[in-house]
C-alpha cells in the first residue's frame, strides 16, 4: 500500500457539496492500493455548516488531524464577524492556516510514511502551503482544483475578490509550476489551464465529478430499470443556489406560461431559498405550484430527487462551470433540462445522454424545451454505459493511476 497526505481545509461533518468530490475519492482510494490520512481545519475554523458525516466514506482513512489556524478560536470569530459576506472560495481563514499545515504535515509525512500529498481546493489560499511543504520534505503534490483559481469566471468585483484575484496572480504560478500534477474538474477548465501555462501542458489532467452508486442504490454495471412516471403533475426540481451569476427569471416566467396554458406543473427547489428566486415567485403568483423544501440532508436529498419527473440546471454561461447538482440527477437517473449554454463541460456531459434537454436561458426557449419534454414524457436520463463513466468509483481509479505517476516522481527539485 502506498499512502496519501490529502490536505483538505473543509471535512465533514461540515461541508455540504464542497467536500463530496473528496470525500469520495477517499472512500475507494484503499480498492485501489493507497491509504489516505487527512489535515483539515479545526470546527471552529469551518466555514460550511454541518452537513452529514460520511462515517462509511471515511473508514479507510488512517488519521483525521484537525488543524487551528493562526490566532486561536478568539481571531476566528472576530474574523467570521468582520467578514460574514466573503467568498468560501477565497476565505482569508485558509491564509492563517498555511504554517500551521506545513508544521502538521512534516509530523503527519514521518508517522505515516507519506508517498504523495494530495490538496484539494477552493478555498485557494491554503495551497499556498504546498511548495513550502514541498521545499521543506522534498515530497511530490499534486492540486485538485475542483474551481479555477485565476481564471475562476465569476466574480462580483468586491474588494475581497481584487485581493482573490491579486493574490492568485502572484502566487498561483508557483504552485502549479512546483506540483506533480494539477486535476481540473472539466475539460474545458483543463484546456484554459493548458491555454494560461502551456509550459506545463503534461501536468493537467481531467478528472470529472461523479455520483456514488451506493448512494443512489443502483449498480453502476447493470441497467436500471425504467422509473414509473408518478401520477399527477410533472414535477421539475432544482438542488443548490442559483447565486448571483444564475438567472432564474426566465425559468420563472416559463412557468407562468406553461401554468397560463394549462399544463400541470409543479417546481421544488432545494437549497436555502434566495430572496430574488422568492420574490420572482411572489411577483408571477406561482406560491400555489411552487415548493421551497429548504436544506435537506444527503438521503432526503436522492429520496425527493426520485420522486421528481425532470433535473433542473441554470448556468451562468461559462464554458467551465458543471455544477454538482448535475452528478445527482445522473444518479438519480432523472431526465436534465440544462438552460444558459450552448457549448461547454455542462452541454458536454448532458447532451451525452438520450434525455439530456438542452436550450437557452431565454423564456421562450425554456417553454418550448419543456413541452417537448412533457410530449415525450421520459421515464429515465438513458444510456447506462455513459451514467457508469461517472461513477466515483471509476474516477477514483483514475485519481489513483494520477497519484502512482506523480508519486514515481520522487522528490524533485523546488521551482
Not at 458525516?53 to 487551528?68: A, H, L, S
Not at 468582520?82 to 512534516?106: C, E, K, T, Y
Not at 421528481?308 to 440546471?313: E, K, P, S, W
Amino acid at each position: 500500500m502506498n499512502n496519501v497526505l490529502v490536505v483538505s481545509y473543509t471535512f465533514p461533518p461540515h461541508g455540504g457539496v464542497s467536500v463530496f468530490r473528496t470525500v469520495k475519492f477517499l472512500k475507494y482510494l484503499p480498492e485501489y492500493g493507497w491509504t489516505p490520512s487527512v489535515l483539515t481545519a479545526s470546527r471552529d475554523a469551518q466555514f460550511e455548516p454541518v452537513a452529514h458525516e460520511f462515517r462509511d466514506d471515511v473508514r479507510g482513512v488512517t488519521e483525521i488531524r484537525p488543524v487551528q489556524p493562526l490566532g486561536g478560536t478568539l481571531t476566528t470569530r472576530v474574523q467570521r464577524r468582520l467578514l460574514s459576506d466573503s467568498s468560501p472560495s477565497f476565505n482569508l481563514l485558509a491564509l492563517r492556516w498555511i504554517l500551521p499545515v506545513v508544521q502538521a504535515g512534516i509530523r503527519v509525512i514521518d508517522t505515516h510514511d507519506i508517498d504523495i500529498v494530495y490538496y484539494t481546493a477552493p478555498p485557494f489560499p491554503q495551497l499556498l502551503a504546498a511548495p513550502l511543504l514541498k521545499r521543506m520534505t522534498g515530497l511530490p503534490y499534486i492540486v485538485d482544483l475542483r474551481d479555477p483559481w485565476s481564471i475562476h469566471p465569476y466574480t462580483s468585483g468586491g474588494v475581497t475578490d481584487v485581493f482573490r484575484t491579486a493574490l492568485a496572480d502572484i502566487f498561483e504560478p508557483t504552485v502549479l509550476r512546483n506540483a506533480a500534477r494539477v486535476c481540473c474538474v472539466t475539460e474545458p477548465m483543463t484546456r484554459r489551464y493548458v491555454a494560461a501555462y502551456p509550459e506545463l501542458e503534461d501536468t493537467f489532467e481531467t478528472i470529472t465529478n461523479g455520483f456514488d452508486p451506493d448512494e443512489f442504490d443502483t449498480d453502476e454495471d447493470e441497467t436500471r430499470e425504467s422509473r414509473e412516471r408518478i401520477d399527477g403533475p410533472v414535477t421539475i426540481a432544482y438542488a443548490g443556489k442559483f447565486s448571483s451569476y444564475r438567472d432564474p427569471e426566465p425559468f420563472v416566467t416559463a412557468l407562468r406560461a406553461l401554468l397560463d396554458d394549462g399544463q400541470d406543473v409543479r417546481f421544488v427547489h432545494f437549497g436555502r431559498p434566495e430572496n430574488r428566486l422568492v420574490n420572482l415567485v411572489t411577483e408571477l403568483d406561482l406560491e400555489s405550484i411552487v415548493r421551497f423544501a429548504g436544506y435537506v440532508d444527503r438521503d432526503e436529498l436522492v429520496a425527493e430527487l426520485s420522486q421528481t419527473d425532470l433535473g433542473l440546471v441554470v448556468s451562468g454561461g461559462d464554458e467551465t462551470e458543471l455544477t454538482t447538482k448535475v452528478f445527482d440527477y445522473i444518479g438519480c437517473n432523472l431526465p436534465i433540462l440544462a438552460v444558459g449554454q450552448q457549448t461547454g463541460a455542462l452541454v458536454d456531459v448532458v447532451s451525452a445522454f438520450e434525455n439530456g434537454y438542452i436550450c437557452a436561458n431565454r423564456a421562450d426557449a425554456i417553454q418550448e424545451t419543456i413541452r417537448q419534454i412533457l410530449d415525450q414524457q421520459p421515464p429515465t436520463l438513458g444510456d447506462d454505459r455513459t451514467r457508469a463513466t461517472f461513477s466515483r468509483k471509476r474516477l477514483t481509479r483514475t485519481l489513483a493511476t494520477v497519484l502512482e505517476t506523480a508519486a514515481a516522481t520522487g522528490v524533485d527539485e523546488y521551482q
